[in-house]
């Protein structure tokens, strides 16, 4: 089959399009899809790079992508929620930059009819991060507020309209033609990060979601109310911060289950949410679709269009 891989880590010229052997099934709760499309996320670059070997330690030739939508080719013998020729989207930790992927059963869930292969795939790992954040951790309800750093990228763009699907007050922060699109989906307040300095004009907010991480995380903390809750997906927050603050502050660890994904499904069924792509490329474009997402400047998900 074609797959994009990498024999060392390195910068997007480590890409390469390759023919590779199949994966088959090993494990009883194993499926095999047939990839249709699979999206890019900032973790694909940070494995690539060799940077985030600590905490996912990968072994080159490596095939990247953690999420995708297809059709079940195979299933292994104890799968009982989906059988073969269901369309399907899921998660994995590597292999989807490739016309078959092998993925755990619990990590699969039915593509709705209402979104195309490509939508489903743009959608897994942001609705299963933005429920995480959200609900899972965050335990917001409608009328609280919530400020979201970095709310013009992919996981930002599926939050805000969870967030607003949930009646909670948003503010976010983005630039460029991040701040327009961040209005017409419905956030209440945009700051520009470019221009303006959040610190001076968001105060007792209930959640803070932290997509960003360095000193946009450290300086979040005053931003909350006493007892509120700072949960950040980019890098673990400081316990001494959230103690001079009087808040609770934890890394999230994305829930990409079924589980994960339903309460977004839900949302999309009813109208609520929709899919943001920002552009699609073939899978044999690999590199410049990762160069694309590392540039910045991107409002919603790139992804690879494979069979
Ligand atoms: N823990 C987990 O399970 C988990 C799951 C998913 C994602 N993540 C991580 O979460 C982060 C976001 O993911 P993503 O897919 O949404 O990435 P993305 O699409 O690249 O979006 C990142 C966004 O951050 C914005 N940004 C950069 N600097 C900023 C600043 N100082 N203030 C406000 N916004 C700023 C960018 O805006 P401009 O482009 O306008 O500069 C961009 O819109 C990544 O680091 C990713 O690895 C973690």
Redesign the pocket.
Known sequence: MKAIRYTAFGGTEVIELADVEKPAITNPTDVLVRVKATAV???DM?IRSGMAQRIYPVQPPFIPGLEAAGIVEAVGDAVTQVKVGDAVMASAMGGTYAEYALFKEAAVSPKPERINFLEAASLV??L??AW?ILVKVGEMKAGQRLLI?????????ILVQMAKALGVYVIG????K?IDALKALGADEVID??SQD?AQLVSDVDLVAD????D?QARSFGCLKNGGRLV???MPPSQELAQQHGVSAS????D?SRQGLQFGLDLLAKGKLKPIIAHTFKLEEAAQAQAM?SA??????VVLEVG
Do not use: E
Not at 149 to 157: D, L, R, T
Not at 251 to 254: A, D, M
Not at 296 to 301: A, F, I, Q
């Open positions: 996320n900032p973790l940070k790992v942001s299963g991060t995480s750093q970095g709310a013009g990228g992919a996981v930002g763009g922060t983005a630039s460029g991040g990060y470019k959040f997509l960003v991480g360095g946009v950040s997906i980019t890394f999230v660890s994305s990409l997402v910045g400047g991107v409002n919603g998900k």
